[in-house]
């Protein structure tokens, strides 16, 4: 659909429309955002490969400028991990190293106008593409919910079976307050990763459409143009704190979550 045929609500509404597979037949809860899961695919790649050109060539002299780069980073990641995580576990670094740097990536999309990308895969007979990943819900609870499981994994590694289950069942009330003990720990848990989901995405997504707004305001004539320009340029900067701070927030808050599970009640 040419973008001269869209009005304002129809151009925003096409740029924020997935580009789906159905698995199966009749779709439903198998129709896969296909866009999400390539760029976010390939966000990880890149984080991989931009980490190996640090380290192919490292060395424990002076240190080329990217491998310094990347180092400082992932001092700071692990410093952040180390401050907040006191168990004894050597999967929470990796973790937190892995969650910050494929978050930012992928929010860093953002940065890239919406036609830049959408116009040459037009010309590729694709007409819907959603490029930021972390802008769709799909995405964010995926992430979240691989962070619930390793929640439970963390628990019931560090208190065993029987006293994650017990803490579960009679904490914070005592046993003879069971039901409620575990009505209140069932809503604690899975109130964790869906809030971990929905900050990301909320702040993802609203940025997008707002960025699509600006992105219109830009058509509307020379003054609209330069409106959008001043608008797209204010917001472009605002949203270069954003995009790592989110990525930051979602890492840190795993870590405590990660912490958290491990205590006893």
């Known amino acids: 659909m040419a973008d001269a045929e869209l009005t304002p609500t129809g151009y925003i509404q096409h740029h924020l429309q997935n580009l789906t597979v159905q698995v199966g037949e009749g779709g439903g809860f198998w129709t896969l955002n296909l866009d999400t899961l390539l760029t976010a695919v390939l966000m990880g790649l890149l984080m991989v490969v931009l980490f190996w050109l640090a380290t192919r060539n490292a060395t424990a002299g002076v240190p080329g400028k990217w491998q310094a780069f990347v180092e400082i980073c992932l001092e700071f990641v692990d410093q952040q ?3 907040t995580y006191r168990g004894p576990s050597k999967l929470v670094t990796p973790i937190a190293i892995t ?3 494929w978050i930012l990536l992928m929010n860093l999309i953002k940065m890239i106008p919406a036609d830049f990308i959408a116009k040459p895969l037009e010309l590729l007979g694709v007409h819907y593409w959603k490029p930021v990943p972390t802008a769709d819900v799909n995405a964010t609870l995926g992430m979240s ?3 619930f499981f390793l929640m439970l994994f963390f628990a019931i ?18 046993k003879w307050m069971m039901p409620f003990n575990l009505i209140l720990n069932i809503v604690e848990w899975v109130s964790k990763p869906v809030s971990l989901a929905m900050r990301l995405f909320g702040n993802m997504f609203g940025g997008e459409i707002v960025f699509l707004l600006i992105w219109v305001l830009g058509g509307a004539g020379i003054l609209g143009m330069l409106g959008g320009a001043a608008f797209g340029f204010g917001w472009m900067i605002f949203h270069l704190l954003v995009i790592p701070l ?3 927030i979602f890492m840190m808050l795993s870590i405590v979550y990660l912490s958290l599970s491990e205590d006893a009640h």
């Open 157 to 174: 590694k560090s208190q065993g079976l029987g006293g994650f289950s017990k803490g579960f069942l009679t904490a914070p009330f005592g």
């Open 99 to 101: 969650l910050f740097f």
């Open 81 to 83: 991990a180390r401050d």
């Open 246 to 248: 989110q990525a930051f």
């Open 145 to 147: 919910i691989s962070v």
